[in-house]
């Protein structure tokens, strides 16, 4: 699976884009959740995908904030 964004990128962008793409990709995992629960989710794979990018963004945004 290709990841939607690279580290570069996430790292070049700035604190209020993270935030906004938090933001979005919170939205999408509510949306895979729901599928899941109704059996409609394809791809298991893209639940834990979008957790790990938060993760990635979390890491980044407190990274940002301590340096």
Do not use: C, H, P
Request: aromatic share 2%; hydrophobic share 30%.
């Amino acid at each position: 699976m290709k990841r939607t964004t690279t580290l570069r990128e996430i790292r070049e962008s700035s604190s209020e884009e993270l935030q906004a793409r938090v933001n979005r990709l919170e939205g999408e995992i509510f949306k895979l959740r729901l599928q899941r629960a109704t059996n409609q989710l394809e791809d298991q794979m893209q639940l834990r995908g979008t957790r790990r990018e938060i993760a990635r963004i979390y890491t980044i945004l407190s990274e940002k904030g301590r340096g």
